[in-house]
Every structure is written in structure tokens, then in C-alpha cells.
């Protein structure tokens, strides 16, 4: 079975300060897709990011960087320099290699970033 | 990119109706959609897979009598929820997944249901 772990249900960090999300999974699968979204308060989802369980290359967008450990099976999401248009719910999804299975969502972390 | 549409964004309706909910592939084919539902502060569960030409795949839990899926194009799938209760309130959300190649799934930007 599949399963997702976001143990963070909310943070709440000052602007300008970094932050980190963890995210760790549980597969079965030895291929396998790891995503995260946001959902920001009007609630639909905006992709962020899909990593391949075979490359364990970290990658930065801009302020967002995500760090894949697969010897921890975790998938942890760090934003920079905070702002207040980050706040919004976070989640972390796995999906297995078959193109035709879902995602399994983590529970989400709500980021509030204040001013 | 590739683009899904799902409508209508909000619904409020009395007891009893039934709602249908469609989820549009814009640019591109999806041999199978997912139809997710959201309970507030809430994680996305996975209600139904939806497969074009053939049955919906139904989650352990999900009644296939009240949440009716047709996916009669590779374009389109739509959720009907019957007789809605006050407790089928929700938010729903499809996804769709380009056929070819490997792609991120694609979400519309989900159907907030209230059943008064």
C-alpha cells in the first residue's frame, strides 16, 4: 500500500524567514512519481513539482528547492525567504509507476506566512 | 499546457436534487480521470476512477449509486451526485492525465457542492 506523511499540520513562520515541509512515503514500488501541490484558500491545486524516484537530483525553482532522500524515503519542500503569497496548504502526493494510478495525497500542511 | 475545466465552480441546491459536475480535458486526451473529494481542512480522498468506455473503478466506501461517473469521450467525465443530502456538502475535484508520455496530473480548479 501506498501511503503519504506530512506530519506538520500547520506552521507558521514571520515573512522573510525559510521553511521547511516534510513529506515522507511509503511504497511498495520501485518506480515511482513524487509530487507536491498547493492549494491556496480559493482551493484549487497548482503543481509544483514532480520528481522521479530515480533521480535523487535536489532541485531550485526560484525561493522553492525540494530535497529527495530516497535512503529516508522523504521528499522535503524548503521555501526562502517567505512571503505572504505562500501561505496556503501544501500537500505531498506519490504515485505509482503505472500510468493509470492516482495520487495519494499526504494530509497537507497549512503555511501561514505572516507580515 | 495542458488545461482541465471543471464545472460549475459552486453549487448550492436544495435536498434531494441531483448535481452534475464535469471535468473537460482541454488540449489533450485522457483515457482516465480521477474524481477526488475534499472535506475542509481536509486531505484529497480519492472517491473514483473514471475510465473512458468502460465502468468507473469505485473506492472502498464510495457509494456508485450516489456518486454516478460517465466518461464517454476522452475528453469529458462527469460526476452526478444523486439526491444530494447535507452531507454530500464538499468539495470535489477531477484530475486528468495526458495519454501519452509520462505528465503530471492535471487538476481542475474543483467544485465547491452545498446542499442546503
Known amino acids: 500500500a501506498q501511503k503519504v506523511t506530512q506530519a506538520q499540520t500547520e506552521i507558521s513562520v514571520v515573512e522573510k524567514e525559510d521553511v521547511t515541509l516534510d513529506c515522507v512515503y511509503e511504497?511498495?514500488?520501485?518506480?515511482?512519481?513524487l509530487f507536491w501541490y498547493k492549494q491556496p484558500p480559493s482551493g484549487e491545486l497548482v503543481f509544483l513539482i514532480r520528481?522521479?524516484?530515480?533521480?535523487?537530483q535536489n532541485e531550485i525553482s526560484g525561493r522553492y528547492s525540494w530535497n529527495f532522500q530516497k535512503s529516508t524515503s522523504s521528499f522535503n519542500f524548503t521555501i526562502t525567504a517567505s512571503q505572504v503569497v505562500d501561505s496556503a496548504v501544501y500537500f505531498c502526493?506519490?504515485?505509482?509507476?503505472?500510468?493509470?494510478?492516482?495520487?495519494?495525497f499526504g494530509k497537507g500542511t497549512r503555511l501561514s506566512v505572516i507580515a | 499546457g495542458a488545461v482541465v475545466s471543471q464545472h460549475p465552480s459552486r453549487v448550492i441546491c436544495k435536498s434531494g436534487t441531483s448535481v452534475k459536475i464535469e471535468c473537460r480535458s482541454l488540449?489533450?486526451?485522457?483515457?482516465?480521470m480521477f474524481w477526488y473529494r475534499q472535506f475542509p481542512k481536509k486531505s484529497l480522498m480519492l472517491m473514483a476512477t473514471?475510465?473512458?468506455?468502460?465502468?468507473?473503478?469505485?473506492e472502498q466506501g464510495v457509494e456508485k449509486d450516489k456518486f454516478l461517473i460517465n466518461h464517454a469521450s476522452l475528453t469529458l467525465s462527469t460526476l452526478t451526485v444523486t439526491s444530494a443530502h447535507p452531507e454530500d456538502s464538499s468539495f470535489y475535484i477531477c484530475?486528468?492525465?495526458?495519454?501519452?508520455?509520462?505528465?503530471?496530473?492535471?487538476f481542475g480548479d474543483g467544485t465547491r457542492l452545498s446542499i442546503l
Open positions: 484530475s486528468a492525465r495526458a495519454n501519452r508520455g509520462v505528465q503530471p496530473q492535471h
Open positions: 511504497t511498495r514500488d520501485t518506480t515511482y512519481y
Open positions: 520528481r522521479n524516484s530515480f533521480d535523487e
Open positions: 502526493a506519490l504515485k505509482g509507476y503505472s500510468g493509470n494510478t492516482p495520487l495519494v
Open positions: 488540449d489533450f486526451q485522457a483515457t482516465t
Open positions: 473514471s475510465n473512458e468506455g468502460s465502468k468507473a473503478t469505485y
